[in-house]
Structure formats: C-alpha cells, structure tokens
C-alpha cells in the first residue's frame, strides 16, 4: 500500500506571513494524484488544492499553492498571506490512477497567531 | 444544498452493542467511503462502494459491515462494539473513481464505546 507522511505535527505561523506545510509519499506507480484538505474544529473535511502527477505545474488556488516535487516524491502546501481562518489541521492525500482509495497522511495542526 | 449527510454526530455505545452509521449523498455520486480517524491521526478507509450494490474492503474493515442497495445511501454497521472502535467515523463520496476527483465529506460521527 501507499504511504504518506506528514513529519510535522504542528506547524505556527504569524497572521500574514506564510508557511509551508511538508509531505511525502511512497508509490511505485507513475501516474497519480495528489490532494490537500484542510479539517478545521468543525470536523469538517474541505479541498484545499490538488495536483495530477503527470502536469509539470505546480497548481494554486488564490493563496493557497504546492511544490510539487516527483522525483522526490515530494508535496508540500505553502499557505500565503496567512489568516485566523487558516488554523487548521491540514492532510495530505494520495490516490493512485488505477485504485479506488485515498491514502492519507497522520496531518499537519496549523496555528495562526494573530 | 446538502451534499454527503452523516447522523447522528454523536453516539455513546456500550461494549456489545450494535449500530448502524446513516451516511445519504444528494450528488448522485457514484463512489461512496467511511474512514474512521483515531485522535492524532490521519482517516483509515474501511470500506468503499463504487456503485449500488457493488462494495468492497479498505484498510481496516474488521468489526463492521456495509450495504449499498442505492446510490444514495450507505450505511455503515457495527455488530459487537468494542472500545476500539471508539473513533470519529467519516462518510465521503465522489463522482466517479477518476483520480482527479475529490471527495466530498460528511461532518462525522464520533462514535463512543464505553
């Protein structure tokens, strides 16, 4: 099975600066797909962003991007301009092309300080 | 605007108790999940359903059941409760089993075995 790790249990950052939230993982597959969601206090589980392994380009959305990093097997999440709202517990999720799972990491708590 | 409805969100069970966790999507998604998260770690997959009346196992399947007579629904069934199962239980769906698409989550249960 795929693993996916997230070595950093907590991360902090000052309101407005950016941080960056690390991943990797370990497939033997070449074509896959890469996910951030984000689980504040609600429980609830939102997409942050998502890369297809087979693009160059590291995706973004608005103040949110990856680096993205194949051969390395690497994903990680740089949050911009940080906000109280990004506080968080942020996971990273991989599913191969040809499976039916997602495999997440152990997550990442985020704290904003204002 | 529903999208995937979970209840109850919470539930104390005693040890040998039986219960089924409703999970009802209004995407008409084709794919549906329950993952169990563990305090301090990522969600574990314990079962799947590509289509009405097709499912199948994830990581961690022991100890509970799944049906999948519509496209809606997909219940989630403990039979002998044990304190190992104590845990928040999230139900997810997806369009199709396309890798680059996202899964929508439910808010959770968290489930109790005292």
């Known amino acids: 099975a795929q693993t996916v790790t997230q070595s950093q249990p907590e991360m902090s950052v000052q309101e407005a600066e950016t941080v960056t939230l690390s991943c990797t993982y370990d497939?033997?597959?070449?074509?896959?797909?890469l996910f951030w969601y984000k689980q504040p206090p609600s429980r609830q589980m939102i997409l942050v962003i998502r890369?297809?392994?087979?693009?160059?380009q590291n995706a973004t959305e608005n103040r949110f991007s990856v680096n993205f990093q194949k051969a390395a097997k690497s994903f990680s999440l740089k949050i911009s301009d940080s906000q109280l709202g990004d506080a968080a517990m942020y996971f990273c999720?991989?599913?191969?092309?040809?499976?039916?799972?997602?495999?997440f990491g152990t997550g990442t708590s985020l704290t904003v300080i204002p | 605007n529903a999208g995937v409805t979970q209840t109850p969100k919470f539930r104390i069970l005693k040890i040998g108790q039986s219960m089924t966790l409703q999970c009802t999507q209004d995407?008409?998604?084709?794919?549906m999940y329950w993952y169990r998260q563990d305090p301090g770690m990522g969600l574990k997959l314990i079962y799947y359903?590509?289509?009405?009346?097709?499912?199948d196992k994830g990581e961690v399947p022991n100890g509970y059941n799944v049906s999948r007579s519509t496209t809606e629904d997909f219940p989630l069934r403990l039979e002998l409760a044990a304190p190992s199962q104590t845990s928040v239980y999230f139900c997810?769906?997806?369009?199709?089993?396309?890798?680059?698409?996202?899964?929508?989550f439910g808010d959770g249960t968290r489930l109790s075995i005292l």
């Open positions: 997810a769906s997806s369009y199709s089993g396309g890798s680059n698409q996202p899964q929508h």
């Open positions: 497939t033997s597959e070449s074509d896959y797909y």
């Open positions: 890369q297809e392994a087979y693009k160059q």
């Open positions: 999720a991989y599913r191969g092309n040809t499976g039916n799972q997602f495999y």
């Open positions: 995407m008409n998604h084709n794919y």
């Open positions: 359903s590509v289509g009405a009346g097709i499912t």
